[in-house]
């Protein structure tokens, strides 16, 4: 019980902003948490903190807001008096969209893109692009990349002004949605 007390003040902390994002990332890190190089966590991402040193992630791997890896499943708690558990592995070059969930005992392979809202509850092979609930195979991740590079040559491009970072203002917000609602698809691209 006092670890679930932990885990929720934790998860209040980080949903209030008083711990940011690498502060969480470094205390999981410290509990074990392996994480390769690049990786990109944004913003109210849950990684199972209480088994968080099940979890490997690698190399160049962007995990989108609110997304939870879990590596626990309490259901089994109250009949069985165990919680089941297993690892999850996530490999290189992997985009996991918003809003997704990876179950427990799950490997992604390397060059896998995870849409949006996605539930994952069995292995994902490399160079695979997976959506749903559950979340199933729906193509090639090379095949879903070659049609956005022809869909580019053709599409509106906004540069970095263009981003918070950069301090985009009202005239250039403005001026991205009037491109984009002209054009056919409403598509574009940002850098």
Known sequence: MNALKQYVKSVFR???????????????????LRVGTHFNMQKDVILDDTHCWLITIGNYVTIAPRVQILCHD???????????????????????????IIMPSVTI????????????TKDVPENTLVSGVPAQVVGKTSDYIDTQRTLLKSS????????????????????????????????????
């Open 156 to 191: 509106p491009r906004f540069d970095e002004r263009f981003t918070l970072n950069a301090g985009v203002d009202s005239k250039q917000k403005q001026e991205m949605l009037n491109t984009l609602n002209q054009t056919s698809n409403k598509k574009g691209f940002i850098v």
């Open 14 to 32: 980080r949903l209030a902003g008083v711990e940011n994002n690498s502060d969480y990332l470094e205390k999981l890190k410290g509990r074990g």
């Open 74 to 100: 309490a259901s089994t708690k109250h009949a069985l008096e165990y919680t089941k558990i297993g690892p999850v592995t996530i490999g290189d070059y992997v985009f996991v969209g918003a809003n997704s």
């Open 109 to 120: 392979g390397n060059n896998v893109i995870i849409a949006a809202g996605s539930v994952v």
